[in-house]
């Protein structure tokens, strides 16, 4: 007999809402070939509704925190705020998507199924308890993206998008799982709570003391630089302009948002659950303590997230100033929001150790909570947010792509007073105004980089975001203080663009006014964080 | 446990695996004899001389081909085993063979409705 798991070992059960979106997803790809080229809305329908029915199954792992195939994959509260987030940036990806495929003549129902697949690669990504699903969802996420930026393929443009995307993408996931074999290679296993458990090391000696440590080091380097590539984090952050710029603007507005949250979900349980207590010189550091001490000291990897989110908030908010076409403007604003985010992840790297008795210490990421949850509500708010804004700029966008320089925004008050107030709404998020859904996750962030100790890293943050007022504001300024030169008809500004910027609107609105909303959704998450005893 | 003693293995064959092929090179640069001519001096190039200029156009569909082609082929790759064994599987295998049997069948519908299969 040959020995095979069964289906109840698998609890295939806690993994449905993504194993549903991607069956869903290949049955779609063929009914999509059978409806008439002209009835292509049918094939966006069918996709909106299967995001709703995966957000109805997702439901359930908010006080779940099962495992699945192996210990593989995991469903708690992480995973299903993720799998929230995703879903929801993609029901207003399609909404924007229909009529403006349409009016660009790239209507593919290939379109759907693609962006379909990517969603349900982020929503493994979130569920991810081992180093090869985090590869698996960094692929099945990846790999649709390259094709959806190449859609307007008689586009020069759009065609670099792609190409540029999906070889620097192939470069940065051979990182990944670079990094993943030398994680491997170091602690024997590939399973994220393994890891951790093997670097507290079976007989009470941290295993970052012996000659393992150099590998695990490099390993989370290797990791870094992958997912680091995904969020668009300076210095890897080279193919985000022309990337955004190039491929249509739905397609955009789904890469800015739910690329993003799949990188952050995999640099977050990897960071979180793997790597938190990778203390280098743990000898040297509790050699003087006396018993019943405390004593604060970085992670290995802290430093380099540090840096990496100091440059990435200065470069994206500097040169997004210099902008003069708001899609390319948005692309640099979004590299800052990475900034912010990284900002949460280097908050983790802060270890405590106490000595409890001679050679008895305890180590815990004591942060790590906070920075989860500041970095998941942040994620949240900048969904709706940025998608908000990128339906506004879609819905002045012409159909041969021009219509989105800061100059075509000049009166908008004027001729649609009721847009130009939800862009200004969404701008004022951007920046972190209070009664914003914006404020509370960079509130919540800078409060956890606080506690963690990194004062300097939260005051380049606050200074970043008062750089950043300036080209949002001047937006506003554009709409409500200059007369339009052109009063030309928008011609995006169609019943579904409405709706999802309305909907970006409500969410913006209703967690920037009731944030506790979003934080009840994530209080049991903190069960998994990780304490070391030894 | 020394993680570097393990490493240390290969470290050997790092430095064995270049005199393997370098000492025949080194030996028959020593020993052969030398007599030149223009065509030994030439490029070596292997398979029949091109007629005519090699930069032409393919037809795409050779790499559409390609591509069906590969879902037959990976499939018969893992079916065999599959096959074999068949009367030794529980419920599980049955199923995960049927699903890949469902996903790569999934991509062939597509394929041939896009007329990926004629060759136009």
Redesign the interface.
Known sequence: ??D????AE?NLEVALPGIFLALFT??L??VD?FIPKDRKITTAHLTIGALVVAFVLNLPAFNAGETAMNEMFIADAFAGFVNMIVITGAIITVLLSVDYMKRSGIEHGEFYSLLLFSVSGIMFMGSANDLIVVFIALELLSIPLYVMAALRHDDVKSEESGIKYFILGAFASAFFVYGAALIY??TGTTNLPEIFRAIAGADGIVATE???MI?LVIGAAMVIVALGFKVAAVPFHMWTPDVYEGAPTPVTAFMSVGAKAGGFAGLLRVMIIGLPLLVVNFGDAVETMAIGETITVPSAWQTALWLIAAATMIFGNFIAISQTNVKRMLAYSSIAHAGYILMAVAAVGTVQITKVAENDYTMVAVYAESALNGALVYLLAYTFTNLGAFAVVMSLENNDGSGTMLDDFNGLSKRHPLTAAMMAFFMLSLIGVPTTAGFIGKFLIFDAAIQAGLIPLTIIGVLTSAVSAYYYVRIIVNMYLKDAAVTDEAVGLTPYVNYATIVAFAGTLIFGLFPMLALDLLASSGAQIATLLF | MNVLSEWAFIGVFFVLAPILPAVPILLGGVLSPKKPNAIKQATYECGVETVGDTWVQFKVQYYIYGLVFLIFDVEMVFLFPWAVAYGQLDFFAFAAGVLFIFLLSDALVYAWKKNALEWA
């Open positions: 007999m040959i095979v798991p069964s289906f698998l290949t049955v790809l063929i070939l290679g170091a012996n000659s393992a590998y």
